[in-house]
C-alpha cells in the first residue's frame, strides 16, 4: 500500500461531539508493547493481558515548544473544566477554541488532560497526532498514537492510523522500516484482529503484503482471517480464491504447504490407480521393457496443477463454511448493537440489554468449550463443538472489551466481568478493578468499595487501605467510606486505629449536626462493644445530644445503652434518659414513645409498685397532653358508619373483655384501671392488658428498628 499523502492527515473538522470524537470498536484488549521508529517492534503473536491500566504521562519535550502567552480565553475555558470536569461539552469548547488558535502548548495540554479523563476519544488521539506531525514533531506523533493504542488497543481506526503514519514518515527503501511496518501489522490484528469489524486491517495488511511481493505472506494473511468471525468474512473469502487463482501455487503457497499439497495428490492418483479409475494413469504407465521410471523433476503438468488448485480451494471452503457458522451464531447479536463506540451520552434500555445477552450467550459458548476440552460433557451438541480459537475465555475477553467501550460509564457492566474474571485471573480482576476505578468510575464510589473488600478478602491489606484513603480524599465527606476504613481496621485487630478514625470522624463534622450525631452514634457502640466502656460510650451520645438535642436516634440509643447496662450501677439512668427525651424538642410520638418505654421498663425493673404508679401516672397525663387527638380516634370516633350501625342494631356480637362482667357493654381500654378503693391492689393486674394494647399502638423494642445496623452490602449483589 503506498503511503498515506499528506492531505490524509489534514485536519478535515473542527472539535466538535458527533462521531470523530468517538470510539468505535475499540477497548482495551491485549497490551501489545508497542515502540517508536528507532525500535523494532514484536512479534505481537499471543494474546497479552487485557486489563491494563491506561496512563497518559505528558509527551517527552513538550516544554520545548513555548510559544509565550495562552490564548486570552483559554484560563477561562480551562477554568471551567476544571471546576467541573464531567462536563464534556466545556471540554470539546476548550479544544475546538485551541485548534483555532493554533497554540501548540495550549493544544498540548488540553488534549493530554483530557484524554486522561477520556482515553476512549480515538478521534482526538488522531488529532493530536496529526497535530504533532504537521509541526514536523513524527516522534511525538508516534508516541501519542502508542499512547492512545495502549489505551484502547481494540482500535481499530487508530491501528490503521498508526500504520499509515509509520508508513508516511518512515524511509521504505530500508529494510529496517518494512520490518518496522510488518511487526506493526502483526501487533495490530493480535490486539484487534479478533474484533466483529477489523475487516479493513486485514485487508490492509493482506493489500501491504501484496506490494512488497510477497504472496506467500498474503496468502498467510487471508488464512489466519478466514479462522475469525467478522462481519465482512465472505468478502475476505472471495479475495482469497481470487488471489489463489491468479497466481502460481509455488508462489502462493509456503513450501511446506506446497509439499504436502503435492504428496495429496500424488496420493489420490495411486488410490486411482488401485481402483482402476483412472485410464490415463495405467497409459503412462506402460513403457518399453527395460525403461526406468523418469525422475522427478519437480515440475507439475498444467493438469496436475489444476488438480492441486482444486484440492486447495476445498480446503480452504471447508475453512470458509466452518467460519460462516460461527459468524452465523453471532449474526443476530451483532445487529443489536447500534452503538459500538464511546460516548457519553446515556444508552438505552435495548442496547444495554443487547450487550448483557449478547455477553451471557458468549459465557455460555465459553463453558461449552471448556466442558468439551475437559471431556466433561460426553456428547456436546455438534454446534457447540468449536475450537479454542473462535469461542472460549479468549473470546469473552474481546467481547467484554469491547461492550466496556460503548458501556464505559456503567457499572453493572465491569461488575459483571470482575465477576467473570475472579475465578480465573486474580491479576486481571485487579486490573479491571484499577481501570474502571481510576479512569472510567472514579465518582462511583459503591465500586471502589466493593474493590477494596477484593484486595481485602484475597490479603492485599495495604492496597484495601490505600483504596479506601484515596476514595475518601477524592469524594470527602461519604460516611461509608469512613465506617470501611474503621472496620478494616477494626478485623485487622487495631481497635485504637479505629477508633481514632471514628472520633475524627466525630470531630469534623461539628459543623453539620447529622452527620455528628451518626459518627458519635457508631462511636459510642464501638466503646460499648468492643471497648467495654459504657461510661465512655454515654459520655459521646450526651455530648451529641447537647449539639443536636432534636435528635431523637441519639436519645433512642442512649436509652438502649442504659438499658443494657448493670441496673446495679445505674439504676436510675433510664429515667434519667426518658426525662431528658421528653423535655428535649422532640415530636409528640417520639415523646409518647419515650414515656412508654420508661413505663415498660419500670414494669420489668421497678423495686416498689409506687415508683411504677408514679411513672404511670407521668405517662397518662403525657397522653392526655399529647395524645388527646389520637386518643380519640381510637376510641372510634372516626369508625366506619356502616360498623356503627351494625353494632347500634346488635348485628355486631362482641366478645366480652376477660375480667368484665357480660352484662357490662364492651369499653376499649386506653387506660390502665384505677386502683381499687381501700388500698387493694388487685386492679393492677390488669395493666398488662392495657400495656399489651399501648404496645400494638406505639410499638414496642421488637417493633423498633435498631439504629446501630446500619452497616450493609459488604459484596456486590449476585
Known sequence: MAAEGPEEFSDNGHFTNPPEFMAPEVSELPQTELGVSEDKGGSGTEMAN?????????LEGDEEEEEGDLPVDFDRLWKAVSDNPQDFNGWTDLLQYCEQEGHMTASRRALNAFLAKYPLCYGYWKKFADMERRAGHNKKAEEVCVRGLRAIPLSVDLWIHYINLLLGTLNMNLSESIERIRSAFEEAVTAAGWDWHSDRLWDLYAEWEKEQGNFMAMTTVYDRVMRVPTQLYSTHYEKLK??????????????????????????????????????????????????????????????AMQKMQELLLASREQMYLQNEGEVRKRWNYEEGIKRPYFHVKPLDRAQLKAWHSYLDWEMAEAQAVQEVTEGTSVEAPEHSKVSESVAGHKRVLILFERCLIACALYEEFWNKYVRYLEPRSLEETRSVYRRACEVHLPYKHSFHLQWSTFEERHGNILEAQRILESLEQ????????????????????????????????????????????????????????LGKNPSKARAVLQEAIELSPDNSKLYLNLLELEVSGD????GGGVQQCVSKALAAPLSPKTKILFSQRGLQFAEDFGTTVQSV????????????????????????????????????????????????PPTMPP?????????????????????????????????GYGGYQNPWNQYNQYYPSS
Open 474 to 529: 477524592s469524594m470527602p465527606g461519604l460516611a461509608m467510606v469512613r465506617l470501611r476504613r474503621a472496620g478494616l481496621e477494626r478485623r485487622l485487630g487495631r481497635l485504637d486505629k479505629a477508633e481514632s478514625l471514628l472520633r475524627e470522624a466525630v470531630e469534623h463534622n461539628k459543623d453539620r449536626p447529622h452527620l455528628h450525631a451518626f459518627f458519635s452514634i457508631k462511636l459510642a457502640r464501638f466503646l460499648l462493644k
Open 667 to 699: 369499653v376499649p381500654m386506653t387506660a390502665p384501671p384505677p386502683p381499687m378503693v381501700g388500698g387493694d391492689m388487685s386492679g393492677y393486674g390488669s395493666y398488662s392488658n392495657w400495656y399489651q394494647q399501648q404496645q400494638q399502638q406505639y410499638g
Open 613 to 660: 404508679l408514679s411513672i404511670y401516672e407521668e405517662h397518662q397525663k403525657l397522653l392526655d397532653e399529647l395524645g388527646g387527638k389520637k386518643r380519640g380516634a381510637e376510641n372510634g370516633d372516626n369508625d366506619d358508619p356502616e360498623k356503627i350501625s351494625k353494632m347500634d342494631d346488635g348485628s355486631a356480637v362482641v366478645a366480652p373483655v376477660q375480667g368484665v
Open 242 to 303: 481470487s488471489h489463489l487463482t491468479l497466481q502460481a501455487l509455488q508462489d502462493v503457497l509456503s513450501p511446506e504447504e506446497y509439499i504436502k499439497l503435492r504428496a495429496e495428490y500424488k496420493q489420490i492418483q495411486i488410490q486411482a490407480k488401485k481402483e482402476g479409475s483412472n485410464p490415463t494413469a495405467d497409459e503412462e504407465e506402460e513403457r518399453p521393457p527395460g525403461e526406468d521410471e523418469p525422475a522427478d523433476s519437480g515440475k507439475d503438468s498444467e493438469e
Open 50 to 58: 487485557p486489563s491494563a491500566i491506561y496512563s497518559g504521562p505528558p
Open 567 to 570: 441496673l446495679r450501677v445505674n
